[in-house]
Structure formats: C-alpha cells, structure tokens
C-alpha cells in the first residue's frame, strides 16, 4: 500500500492550495481517508476525513467552511482544497485510509492504518 501525498508549499495568508494524495495497492473505493496535521511541538490532529461512499464528511472546527475534502475513486485519488489559509494552519499534512465505518474518530488518526510522507504547508502572515 503506498498513498502519495503532494501539493504543499509556502502561501501567504489568505492564499490558497490544493492537496492530492493518489493510492495504490488497497481497494481504494472502500476506505474512508482522511488528512491530518501536525505543527512543530504539537501533537497531531485530524482535519477533514471523508468515509468510502463520499456520503459522510468530517471537519476540524478550525478548518470548517475554508477546507474541502473530496475524492476520485475512478483516480484513486483525495485532495484537500484550502482556502483562506492562515498561519495556524502551517504544519505538515498526511492522507491516510483506513477500513472505517463512516469517517471514524478522525482525531488523532489512531483509527487509520495506511498513511502518506506527507506535505510541508507554511502560510506567512
């Protein structure tokens, strides 16, 4: 299993970037994936995790109305719109899946089993 995580780099606040993590070597369509964060001295926490149908979604109140989590199960692929970045909002981000009923906990991610390298994101101020 590999999931590829890319789209990070550095944006000024305000700005926008969008994150695609593409999926190999697991049945794609029937994991939920999730992408969580973890700043420097910080512990990690779940943003946004979307289960296998699409149907259910979950977002970190802080990301609420400026993320968008999605995927293509045709590409075996979830991306991560994000707009209105902050500085808070700088850390490096992973994909990762997991056979999960609905989203799961998306927490800390202790629920996921597959995760990426993951992506340097820094929003200047």
């Known amino acids: 299993v590999q999931l590829q995580a890319s789209g990070g780099g550095s944006v000024q606040a305000g700005g926008s970037l969008r994150l695609s993590c593409a999926a190999s070597?697991?049945?794609?369509?029937?994991?939920?994936i999730g992408w969580f964060r973890q700043a420097p001295g910080k512990e990690r926490e779940g943003v946004a995790c979307?289960?296998?149908?699409?149907?259910?979604?979950y977002y970190a109140t802080s990301v609420k109305g400026r993320f968008t989590i999605s995927r293509d199960n045709a590409k075996n692929t979830v991306y991560l719109q994000m707009n209105s970045l902050k500085p808070e909002d700088t850390a490096v981000y992973y994909c990762?899946?997991?056979?999960?009923?609905?989203?799961?906990?998306?927490?800390?991610?202790?629920?996921?089993?597959?995760w990426g390298q993951g992506t340097q994101v820094t929003v200047s101020s």
């Open positions: 990762a899946a997991a056979l999960l009923l609905g989203t799961g906990p998306c927490r800390s991610g202790k629920e996921y089993d597959y």
């Open positions: 070597g697991l049945a794609f369509r029937y994991h939920s």
């Open positions: 979307m289960s296998s149908s699409g149907g259910s979604t």
